[in-house]
């Protein structure tokens, strides 16, 4: 069974935004920027501080969604920080090294019936993370930077931290 993608947006605290594509819900552009919209409403209401003093920032990988125009226009018009991600450097989003990482290895060799099993399993994975499972995250986030940083931008073999 295909499971519909989450959408997962946090800080070293935790998760502050979450929620489920739509069955049949194509993720482009338009789509983005309503999950924009709600973030920015997730940061405002859940991180009153980052939200006043304008301290938050966006950290994407580069799917069309996220570099498209409208996106971008979005992004510029709300004052929204984006923090730049090399063209190819997957190992850089965080969702790809931690987020996914912790999902697969709770989900792998499982079976579902239903939707609503693989959505209510992918909520239990993520509740279970605490404050210090992201902190480690951004401590990797920025080794993995400081790598790329380095190498110029230049693809490097290994990994520096889970």
């Not at 935790?14 to 920015?40: D, M, S, W």
Request: aromatic fraction near 12%.
């Amino acid at each position: 069974m295909r499971s519909n993608i989450k959408s997962c947006f946090f800080d070293q605290k935790g998760i502050f935004h979450k929620e489920f594509v739509p069955p049949c819900q194509t993720v482009n552009a338009i789509f983005y920027v309503e999950v924009l919209k709600c973030l920015r409403e997730n940061v405002r209401r859940k991180r009153p501080d980052q939200w006043r003093n304008n301290t938050w920032l966006l950290h994407r990988d580069n799917a069309p969604a996220h570099a498209a125009l409208l996106t971008s226009r979005f992004l510029t018009d709300n004052n929204m920080t984006v923090v730049p991600q090399p063209p190819y450097s997957l190992d850089l989003a965080h969702s790809d090294f931690f987020l996914f990482r912790k999902l697969k290895m709770k989900l792998k060799w499982r079976r579902f019936q239903t939707l609503e099993e693989i959505q209510a399993e992918s909520q239990a994975v993520l509740n279970a993370l605490r404050e210090n499972d992201f902190q480690e995250c951004f401590k990797n986030w920025q080794r993995r930077c400081d790598r790329c940083q380095s190498s110029e931008g230049d693809y490097f073999e290994g990994d520096v931290g889970p």
